[in-house]
Every structure is written in C-alpha cells, then in structure tokens.
C-alpha cells in the first residue's frame, strides 16, 4: 500500500486551519453575506466529494452509502443522487432519529426520493457486491464515543475490507482534538468541506484520515477575511524563512551555536544534535559534554569544536556562543543539574531539550527567547499531568506550556504543534511513521538551534525547524520506506532543504 504520507505530499492543501467549532457557527453568517444558500453549500460538498470518488476510484460501479441523522448525512443524500445520476448503483442506508433532521438535510432527502432513490435502515444487510463506501454517518460536532447504532456501523465499516470515503471528517474522529474517544473510522479518503480543522491535523488523525483533501466550497475570499485558529506548515513555506546568502558572509554572521549535553552512554545524542546544527548552516557549533566522548565525536565530525563540560567550559561557552542548544544526553545527575543552573541565568536564545525539560520541570522557570521541544511524556512532567491529559487535547497542551513556560513549545507527535506565548499556534503537517526511533528530538533539536544560530527568531526557528526535520524524513521514507529509518539518516537531506532556493 501507498505510504499514506507519501500520498498527502501530492495533495495541495490550505495552510490555514480553523476551529471546527466556529466554522459550524460561521457557516451561516458565510452564506448570509455571500448569498450563497446552505443548501448551495451541500450541493457543492457533495459535488466536490463525487468527483474525488470518480477520480480516485474510477472502476467502482456500486458505492454503498451511510448517512447519519445530520447535515453530515445530508451530504451524503446528495452524493447518492450524484451517483445514481451518473449511473453508478447505489444503496443508501440511513440513521433515523428522534428529532427532525435539519432543513437542509431535509432538502438532500427529498431530491434522493424524487430521483427514485430508496433508503434502507442502518439496521439492513450490506450488499456484497458494493466496492466502495461513503461515510456520512457523524460530523464535526461529534464530541464523545459514538452511541448505538453509530458505534456498530463504524466497526461494519472498518471490518468491510473496502474503499472508504468519509465527507467532512472520519466518522468518530474529534475535529477539534483528533481523538477517537470510541469507535472512528479508517477511511482511505477524507475530503474537509470549506477548511481544514485541527482534529484532521493531529492528535491521532493520521491513523484515520488516510490521504487528505479540502475543497472550500467557493468561500475562499471569505475565509481570506478571517483569522484561522493556525497555521499548516509543509515544505512549500521553508523559502519565506530561509533564503540565499550574502556571497560574501563568513562563519561568524551565522552564528555561535553552543551544544551542552552528552553524559556517560550517550555520546551519540550530542553528535546528532551538534551534527544537525552544522548542516542546518550554524557557523560556528561548540559541544561541551563528558571528557570520554571527546575524541570519538572530533574523530567523526571533526568541524565542531569539543570540550569537557566543567564550571569553568560551560561559563566560557555561555560567553562565546549566540545561542545554546542544552539537554541531547544530558542526564539528571548533578553534572547535569548544574549545567541547567547556569543555563537558566543565562540571557541569548536556548533550546531546551530531553533531560533539561525534566529539570525544569523540578524547578519551573518562565522566559520569552527559549524553545521547549517536550514529546508527549516530558510534556506531562512539565504541566504535572498524565500523558493521557496531553494527548487528549494537543492544542490545549501547547497552550497551556507556553502560558507556564513562556517562549515557544514544540508539541512533538504526528502533527507536531508549534505555540507561542504570544498566542500564535502552527501544525507542523511533516514527518511520518518512521520518526518513531531513538534520536530523532535530538537532531530536531540541532536544527532548531541552527537556524536560531542564523538569527531567526525563536517562532520561526521552531516553525522552520520542524518543517525541515519533517521533511527530511519524509525524504528518506520516499527512498527506503518508514520501517528501518535511523535519525542520522536525515543528516544527509537536510542541506538542500534549508536551501530551498536550490530547488527553483
């Protein structure tokens, strides 16, 4: 099968996301000042959603349709009539509620029935001839585990062994989190009506979203003239943070990077980041770490510059660099513990990392010009919660790191998210399957550091950083596939993409 990953790199999508929680409000203050109708805008959903399924499934001639007791199932209404208008065999099975549906839903009801469609129960036996599924069942709103028969008709779904195009969003899945609190399903397809909402993006979307689309229904101006909740960050933006250089800089105007870290056991977390750092662009990349791992890091890389971490090393460093990288290896021991000390005394950009995160976490600080890069578990630590409480609402949890913090926090995950204490937020909609291997936070942590080196600020060094870490691995999953990749494998692809001018 397809890298699912892969497939979304083909795919041109928005890079402003919204809260689905105000698009369900704004939708009808859209269609009152762009005197487009409601039911204009199902008809177009449905359109955009039937000639995806032509496109990409072009020999199914038997779609089975599931519609929910919602506008979501109003959508699926008129992709039956779609169909059925072009030929295609239908069968449409809907959920009946207790309230009547809404009026738009209604409509799409009547115009299946006066097209000669039938509507059978959610209770009915599926054809087995069917070669394709559309999902309609639940929408947006949902916010708990789907109830009965929602949750059966979901499992039917995922057990049918067959192409699954969900409208809107995977029945089951939160658009605002990207939980799955219950039963969601996997669909092959997901086309988002009107925008892009964060529950597509992160949290555990990517296991259910399968490739993603976005057709806006026509309200592009519209949207233009709001604020989206984030940004959707992919390669295409690496040129708005890093262009060509000066022929004639030198090492010093790219900065002074400084890289603490590397106890006993775990020399290879410092080379990584120290590595990363060099070929990001960092002019000038000091290590200071345990005596021991000296000689083989300057054996391997010998463009750094190594020292023996000490009292006297670390205050001539601070000194020197432009920018410090703390934590790759680092440890909590008291060799560890101090360097954090003097660290948090220090004043010039810093990226805090791995074991520096825990300590803060022992002895919380707050400062503007840092980068906090927790993965889900250091994140708990620093907000005194379970990971459970982190990963059950991502946007929340960056929010409330920087609020604590201060500075920028990089969320790690699928979809990692960028928040700032200033309020601006980004889904880094980068990386893949094969991240989930020792290393990797370190060499993100080099890059990071690299660009700060090069004098971006700490919002765009962080945005831009995950973007290239990312896409580096996406680059080599391209190559090798996911299974198998090292961290050190990005190192080789992460010149040409902080030099995105190359590519032109």
Known sequence: MTNQ????????????????????????????????????????????????TQRQFPHARHWLIL?????????????????KNAGIRVTLLAVEGSKPLPEEAQSARRSWLTSGGTINS??????????????????????????????????????????????????????????????????????????????LLTGQARDFTGELH?????????????????????ATLLGTWLHPRRPCSHKGEQGRLLVVGGDTGFAG??????????????????????????GPLLTARPELMVQELTAQSLDEGLEWADVLVIGPGLGQKEWGKQAVDRAAKWDKPALWDADALNLLAINPGKRQNRVLTPHPGEAA????????????????????LTERYGGVVVLKGAG?????????????????????????GDVLSGIIGGLLAQKLDVYDAACAGSVVHGAAADEIALRQGTRGMLATDLLAVIAPLVNPDLKK
């Open 269 to 294: 977390a410092i080379r990584m980041a120290s590595e990363s750092a060099l070929r990001t662009g960092a002019g000038l990349v000091r290590v200071l770490t345990h005596i021991e791992h000296a």
């Open 416 to 440: 990692s998210l960028i928040a700032s204490e200033s309020g601006k937020m980004a889904i880094a909609d980068v990386g893949n399957a094969g991240m989930a291997s020792g290393g990797m």
């Open 67 to 83: 519609c929910g007791h919602g506008n979501n199932g109003g959508d699926g209404f008129e992709v039956a009539r779609l169909a």
């Open 122 to 199: 959610a209770d009915s036996v599926w054809p087995p001839d069917a070669d394709l599924i559309i999902d309609g069942l639940l929408g947006t709103g949902l916010s708990s585990a789907p109830r009965a028969p929602y949750d059966r008709l979901i499992d039917a779904i995922n057990s049918a062994s067959l192409p699954v195009i969900s409208l809107d969003i995977p029945s089951g899945l939160d658009a605002e989190t990207g939980q799955n609190a219950g039963q969601a399903v996997h669909a092959t397809q997901t086309i988002s009506f009107i925008a892009l909402k964060p529950g």
């Open 5 to 52: 990953r892969e497939k979304r790199n083909e795919v041109s999508l928005p890079h402003s996301v919204f809260s689905a929680d105000w698009l369900r409000q704004a939708e009808r203050q859209a269609a009152q000042e762009t005197g487009i109708s409601l039911f204009t805008l199902m008809q177009r959903a449905a359109k955009a959603a039937f000639l995806l």
């Open 214 to 234: 976005c057709d806006a229904l026509g309200l592009e101006s519209w949207l233009g003239g709001h604020i989206a909740l984030l940004q959707r960050l992919d």
């Open 381 to 400: 630590r620093l907000l005194g919660c379970s990971v459970k409480d982190i990963e059950s609402d991502r946007l929340l949890s960056a929010r409330k």
